[in-house]
């Protein structure tokens, strides 16, 4: 029998769409806007979902107040109110689309679960956008 | 390694619940005050999600942009500010239920996606009764 | 020593805008697809504010179970699954735009609440328009 | 061909997490102020999901008011303005997290839809933390 | 030239509504399911507003970050996780209700902010029910 | 009789809070990881609200086609996917807080509404942190 369980969270950054492989030309025409030299913006808010077996004598799948906490550790503190290409080692190299976002978040994550849980990340970079990526 | 991406649009319009094989009283009976003859209508929020590879080059599972277009073009046009039973070819036969509604939005964003993608449409007819369907 | 209290409701419908003192021509340029004369709808989102001071004894300003059967008699019954235009009397020769409908709403409740109390009436339309209107 | 209709609901009740098998001490170590012995309480927040084929007579999956009245007699008189711990047969002695009240939930609704439909249930504890259970 | 600044919040906490100054049946009579003698709960949404000039130093009404833990040093920390009626000092003879809370927020707030300030109240007790208070 | 209609729209930014009269340590002492020098971004929700009398033609307070456009034109246009310090004039010497956001925005729509309507701007930095603005 297995339960998921799902936690919010948020964090506010900076980011410009931008592969260093092209020039400034073709970032403009493939990413528009979202291209901008100086940077935007977006309040993302992320729900993080463990999906396994409800231990009977907790009744948790995990507990909240440490999935909230790993959040923090592992994801508010590496990305918020960061510039998400100057200041983000991931994205260094990698572009910082919502896409890749997620993954690297799922990435900073699944190493601190344990294996029989499953691990899915949804990220919102508006209201209107979202990804989601379960590491398959 | 595939990821969903998720993007929002809304379309308002007038329906009715009707089985033009019945009769008044037998529609009357099973739809209730949705089968009124004059119509009444909803706001309806429309998810349409798209899983699949992200492109390396652009970061993107496909251009959201280009997404936010397609459903204008295939969506919103076809159904916004309509009366469902009397303006929209497939509803000439078909009950306009969100059941329904939501499978006619998949099929007429199914082509025009890659078969590489998976596509799933969530269909809000208020904000307390939605439907999803992924082609299967 | 005053307090607002405010209870949400909503309810569905058909309607167009429509000018009857205006011919077709006129009424589609200035109501565009919003005046479309098979009707389209939407989702109203009612919430119905009283204020005024709180009773002592109860610890109430008015009763919510009262108010919420209110504006179920009042306002649901009367709109809910309807084609505001033809089947609604105070819409048989006023426009049933946003604006309008909140006072509609605002007239049918206001003999209803003793004369100690302020009503306020917000009523969106969408979850991006909505209207306002306090009597005054 | 299968769709999924989702419906809305929800309930208010007061609750402690508390395993009876442990003494105060390791209740409050392992459970925080969550265990406060006097209760605290949420607004809980539940969506019913049913899977399965559309009729093609109704173009339902199922009928939305009859699932509404399904949710309201075995959800909401159940659980609705009770004492999870004290009130509620199902946590006599079975810790009342939100992943244990989604499973006992979703195990009082299975026995009253026919097997050919998949059933899911998700329920929001706060807007912040919330469970999903489908029985598997 | 004056601005509103405004904070969310939130706490959960058990209650019933109760005069002690009533029998058990008439309590039941006027408050119902409300007044369930074993408690039921909600999860409370806060909205914390205050009007008042903005720094032309720092471009705050008041600093956000100051606000948040004026909230939760005046406001969670007393009310979060609690039995109102049996653990909240103010609610030892006062009614529960929303309306009551709320103006015990505001005169907990009130004390700690410069009268230059206003200040206002408004807490949902759950998404369809929420009072406010400024007071007066 | 005056009636209140409400517009939403929206734009993302990046921005750092930064008074430059103050020296970096100042600022970082006072404004925090808000004040990163590589700035970080919002996704910043705007309600605009116009008060006046209902046109008895029409319906409307004010066309709220006409409203969006104007939205877009000196507000979206002006401020989406920029960098509020470095690349909008307003902000040039003026810190740009939700609350001078708020106040600059207000100021760019006012000349173009008649002086017989009131206008209110409502402006969303996070879905916790929001400001308000009426001209007094």
């Known amino acids: ?12 950054a900076a980011h410009r769409l931008f592969n260093p492989a092209w020039d400034d030309a073709k ?11 100086r940077y935007h913006g ?3 808010e992320l729900i ?4 396994g ?4 004598e907790t009744g948790y ?6 999935l909230k906490e790993l959040i923090t550790e592992r994801v508010e503190e590496y990305l918020d109110h960061k510039n998400l290409n ?18 690297v978040i799922w990435k900073r994550l699944r190493p ?6 499953k691990l899915k990340v949804t990220l919102y970079e508006t209201p209107r956008n979202f990804a989601e990526y379960s590491g398959t």
């Open 27 to 37: 970032n403009s025409a493939v990413f528009g806007k979202c291209s901008n030299p």
């Open 86 to 103: 100057e200041e983000v080692d991931d994205f260094a190299s990698l572009n910082p689309t919502v896409e890749n976002i997620a993954v």
């Open 112 to 117: 601190k679960l344990d294996l029989k849980y």
């Open 48 to 51: 993080v979902s463990v999906t």
């Open 1 to 12: 029998m297995e339960v998921t369980v799902n936690r919010h969270a948020h964090f506010n």
């Open 53 to 56: 077996p409800v231990d009977p």
């Open 61 to 66: 799948v995990v507990d909240m107040g440490w």
């Open 42 to 44: 977006h309040n993302y």
